[in-house]
């Protein structure tokens, strides 16, 4: 195989040389536990300080509002479960959307079926964009809380979360964003947007795995998710990821730093690749907005052919992207995101999503685009539903 | 994810397209994953003998790699034969499957009865266990255990 | 300052640089989602799958029961609460010991103040042990998990696992072992012991930070505690820490192999430390069992001096050592597994923990047990509580 | 974790010791860390300075430095002038404390006032602002907030 193409810069991301390179000292030479009151252990405590400050700077936050997790999962997780403890007795109605990850979905079933939440799942226009006049119907005097996502990771469609902080702040509700998919990627502050929490995750933006963090407003009595040592302003729990957390740092002030430049070319490649497609291939559409709408996300949809098989075939020639397809994470059912923009079942099956680094050039959109056309015509030929 | 076998067949897939005024055509869907799948058989009226077998299929890498192996494995056999080719034996044939795609092999055995079907209803002849396909299929149980 | 004496190796390990080693190229290279169809991604699934065996093996326990988490103190919240929701149709009543570590204790106590459950805490002997015969008396026919650790944190004492587990199965109860400070020091099988759930953390056996796994044993109906994505066969949800994984199996790997040479060599520089302490400094006393003792395992408590100024000037030595002590932690409380133990007040707080590793020599021994001489008899003389 | 200061009079900590005779001693002890402080004070009758001033402590590092800097504090001070010496001019004076350090410092404070109140109790005087020490003495909050 020769060169390969990587799309699927929204499952995850290659960790920069430069974060890898902040974060090996922590590994074998200042390893000590920053809990510890010798001095070899201040080294670790200074990286995690450090990044810490990284991370405020780049959301306009304060440093002790950043609290690490080990991921974007469970600052989800964190973030929908122990308020809803903290706040169940002033209410138990929660608002989201039904766009949203299966971090805050599957948090919510389990709040409904286990703990006596009542949630309400908003719908969202063709676009993909929560409608906000529908979430100002929702609110009720129980409603604790209103988590909606930054930007979508399938379709990119980025949501009025200025207009949703607003709301949020006018009914005295808190406001949780998942940003998992925005940060680094879109200008975000926590003061100017009015957002009290927000999920973010280290790989999605040249960081490392397994590192993430929940921002929580000053005032917000959260309680704990993850209970034991008194790491994190006694909030969570468990030995500091002193290597992650800093990489974590050196990643966001990254893509703080170079997000004009980078996500000014992100765009120039993705409208290149959406426009192509769309002249080029008959029987296709594009999910989620033309504008309100990532920098390196394109989401199409190809009557006639499933997406695994599309996927399988764009992997013969090096090129990874995803599916709206959700066949192979264990479940079948097409992707919950596509259905709620309103694609029909079979539609839905034959999506593609592309996500785009700084790396894409648009000689690999040419590429990827030529060799687009001649599966689709392909798996058309042999599709039953496809008649030419 | 997949063996070597199914990605040879999901890239060489054999038999792929339609036949002309076939002896029998069978089509089902997977109501769960929403994938499709067309056999189209040749069938010698004397003999039983499959003596061709064709394939659409509207699905995953796994479905599209069991109706090629499914199709050659039935072709050249009789009816009677043909309907013992389980899902199992295609899988087997493939060297396996993962739990998650065992679901698309029996769209491959179900495609292939529904097509023996519509031979015996034109026909008005009866095959044996044969019963009338639904034209959704669903599994029992999606496999909850995955490889690891 | 010259050289570092890194005693303290309870609360975290050099990351073993075979470790760092086999982790370097999943974060540039292989850095697929192991979800992700593509070939590109199948490399990070075998990377993980590897490690998921090599842990396996370390245990007597299959690939799949296997299950990936951030930490032990996740583990630890996992094994509890989702037990607990599990099975709490059959009883709420959970045993457990007055000397766990604060991620089993304060996971206790949310169950108990949130959830509705009874927690018994067990008392154990002056040697830290747990008493059987209490044990069996604590079983109620609500009684639906027992959770004993098997080596403690602070005093090293190591439980009597297999006899635990045999009175577990007997009820038919559950039984869930915390083995952060255990596994890589000393022998486990779980099936031999009984074990269905273990606890584990990557940071403490010379592995990286962050990553930790829980045992569960097949056929335990434990629920989510992360919930989201498919990952982890459903049950642990987030983006696959495949560095960290991968990390974690050869460090596993690399703590079974050599753990015969290297406690041998553990134990006897820790039985020199303990025999010259308490010949040669008065007023001492050694915390935990004598020989059911983790071999990295030195606790002392000197009477009439307190626990941090000792660290403080242990540390102008290079020494690097921790406190029975919590001053340090955010809590001023003296250590509950010294209270638990019997100590006074006074006496748990001049105790000083020293956790030695495989780089611990014979010669770093004598120089800390010389210049602890020196340090024990200065504050001594500056405490208003020693008459000499 | 402690500021250079504090670590200067952790590790060379000034007036260690006891007075013999002296004209004033006071002994507090902290009930939430269980620490220990006693303070020595030589007074002259006529002029009530603080001519000299000891310590000894049973506690942690901040306890040993505030014990330092606080002893330093009063030496050649009036009285009058030592009863206005506080906690958190003994913090300043160390570049400040960690949060949860914080009552250490409390200790300093109290002991002082300890040995005041035991030479005014010896000479039947009254110190205007001094009341009965208690020997143990506990903080309102412990202090939630970390440092990061
Ligand atoms: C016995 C025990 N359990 C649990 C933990 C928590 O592990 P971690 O800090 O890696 O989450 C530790 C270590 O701190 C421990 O020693
Ligand atoms: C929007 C969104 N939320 C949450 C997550 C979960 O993040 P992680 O897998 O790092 O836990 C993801 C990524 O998978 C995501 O895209
Ligand atoms: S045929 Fe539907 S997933 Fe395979
Ligand atoms: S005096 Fe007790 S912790 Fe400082």
């Known amino acids: ?388 | 994810m997949y063996s070597e076998k199914v990605m040879d067949h999901f890239q060489h897939p054999r038999n792929v397209g339609e036949i002309e005024n076939a002896s029998g055509v069978g089509t089902v869907g997977n109501a769960k994953c929403g994938d499709i799948m067309r056999i189209f058989l040749d069938i010698d009226d004397e003999t039983h003998i499959i003596r061709d077998c064709k394939f659409k299929t509207f699905g995953c890498g796994a479905a599209v790699a069991t109706s090629s192996m499914a199709t050659e494995m039935v072709k050249g056999k009789t009816i009677e034969e043909a309907m013992k080719l389980t899902n199992k034996a295609v899988m087997e044939a493939l060297d396996g499957l993962p739990p998650v795609k065992v679901h698309c092999s029996l769209l491959a055995e179900e495609a292939v009865h529904a097509a023996l079907w519509d031979y015996a209803q034109k026909h008005h002849i009866e095959i044996e266990g044969l019963k009338k396909p639904k034209s959704d299929i669903h599994e029992g149980e999606e496999a909850e255990e995955e490889e690891y």
Chains 1, 3 share one sequence.
């Open chain 1, 1 to 388: 195989m020769g060169k390969m193409i990587y799309l699927d810069n929204a499952a995850t991301t290659k960790t920069a040389p430069e974060v890898v390179e902040a974060m090996l000292p922590y590994f074998t030479e200042m390893y000590g536990n920053p809990s510890s009151i010798y001095d070899f252990a201040s080294k670790s405590k200074e990286g995690v300080s450090k990044a810490r400050g990284q991370i405020a700077d780049a959301l306009g936050a304060k440093k002790e509002e950043i609290y690490f997790t080990a991921g974007g999962s469970e600052s989800d997780n964190w973030a929908l479960k122990a308020t809803f403890e903290a706040y169940k007795s002033k209410g138990n109605h929660i608002i989201t959307t039904k766009i949203e990850h299966h971090a805050i979905l599957h948090t919510c079933e389990y709040l409904e079926k286990e703990r006596g939440a009542k949630i309400t799942y908003l719908d969202v226009d063709e676009n993909g964009i929560v409608k906000l006049d529908e979430l100002e119907k929702a609110i009720t005097p129980e409603t604790i809380l209103i988590s909606v996502m930054f930007a979508n990771n399938e379709i990119g469609s980025i949501q009025p979360i200025r207009e949703i902080g607003a709301i949020a702040k006018e009914h005295g509700i808190l406001f949780h964003t998942d940003a998992v998919q925005a940060f680094g990627q879109v200008p975000i502050n926590v003061d100017e947007l009015g957002i009290d929490m927000l999920s973010s995750s280290g790989h999605k933006l040249n960081g490392p795995k397994g590192i993430g963090f929940l921002y929580i407003r000053k005032g917000v009595k959260i309680r704990s998710f993850v209970h034991g040592g008194a790491q994190e302003r006694k909030r969570r729990a468990g030995t500091e990821n002193v290597p992650g957390i800093v990489g974590y740092g050196v990643a966001a002030d990254r893509a703080v730093r170079t997000m004009k430049e980078r996500t000014d070319k992100e765009i120039q490649v993705r409208d290149h690749f959406i426009e192509r497609i769309l002249k080029e291939i008959p029987y296709v559409k594009l999910n989620g907005d033309r504008t309100k709408r990532l920098p390196n996300n394109v989401n199409v949809s190809f009557q006639f052919i499933e997406g695994e098989s599309m996927l399988l075939m764009l992997d013969n020639y090096g090129i990874c992207a995803s599916s709206g397809s959700a066949c192979t994470s264990g479940s079948l059912d097409p992707s919950h995101v596509l259905l709620a923009i309103g694609l029909p079942h079979e539609i839905a099956h034959g999506s593609l999503r592309m996500t785009l680094s700084e790396e894409t050039t648009m000689e690999d959109a040419d590429f990827v685009v030529d060799k687009l056309k001649e599966i689709v015509a392909y798996l058309r030929s042999m599709s039953p539903l496809y008649e030419d």
